[in-house]
């Protein structure tokens, strides 16, 4: 089995979890139970208003929802573990979860769906085809920009890069050296005191 095929398969089934999880929801609260319980207490030669019969049917869907709910988190992690793009996984997710989810209300709950909602469904998956390529497009423009150096820049005012010290409007050159005022005038006043000093002796 290749390397592609684990993680397609587990997202189909976390996908196809996720639309059973929904029915078996529904079923705990839905008034199709109600019916269910009574055939099947009329089967038992019970009487068809029951309440212990149907407690216990709607129970039991109460149990696979959180059963099946538990499973398509499982199979999603396990999923995004394999694959190496998180933003596929979740659009085979989501594809698998909205056809199946369609198909499971035709047969269970008779549900007709009109055309609106089939363009709607494509509309949403294609659109989270464009926004996952759109994502990798993205990360893959990062990852070759990590790690490059840009070229230093040219800074108005006369200051430059690379090494070069900086000259603020204020400093002034003396035999080629770049001198702050202040350091001038300390060389100034060094230089005074000497003069001084040798007309003393």
């Not at 979890?17 to 929801?25: L, R, S, T």
């Not at 085809?129 to 994502?135: F, L, Q, S």
């Not at 920009?145 to 490059?148: A, K």
């Given at each position: 089995m290749s390397y592609r095929a684990p993680w397609l398969a587990l997202a189909v089934a976390s996908g196809a979890?996720?639309?059973?999880?929904?029915?078996?929801?529904k079923l705990t609260t839905t008034h199709l139970t109600t019916s269910w319980s009574h055939a099947i207490s009329t089967t038992l030669h019970l009487s068809p208003s029951n309440k212990i019969i149907e407690f216990l049917i709607?129970?039991?869907f109460f149990t696979l929802n959180?059963?099946?709910n538990a499973l398509m988190w499982?199979?999603?992690t396990s999923a995004l573990t394999r694959a190496s793009s998180t933003t596929r996984v979740s659009i085979v997710n989501t594809s698998a979860n909205f056809l199946l989810t369609a198909l499971l209300g035709l047969a269970v709950f008779s549900e007709k769906l009109p055309g609106m909602w089939w363009v709607g469904a494509g509309l949403l998956v294609v659109g989270n085809?464009?926004?996952?390529?759109?994502?990798e497009e993205d990360g893959q423009g990062k990852g070759k920009?990590?790690?490059?150096v840009l070229p230093l820049e040219r800074e108005e005012g006369g200051r430059e890069e690379d090494g070069e010290r900086y000259r603020d409007e204020g400093d002034e050159v003396n035999e080629g050296r770049v001198v702050d005022d202040d350091v001038l005038e300390l060389e100034r006043e060094v230089s005074v005191d000497g003069k001084q000093?040798?007309?003393r002796k």
């Open positions: 979890c996720a639309a059973f999880n929904g029915v078996f929801a709607r129970g039991f959180l059963a099946f499982a199979l999603f085809v464009v926004i996952g390529a759109k994502r920009g990590d790690g490059e000093g040798g007309g």
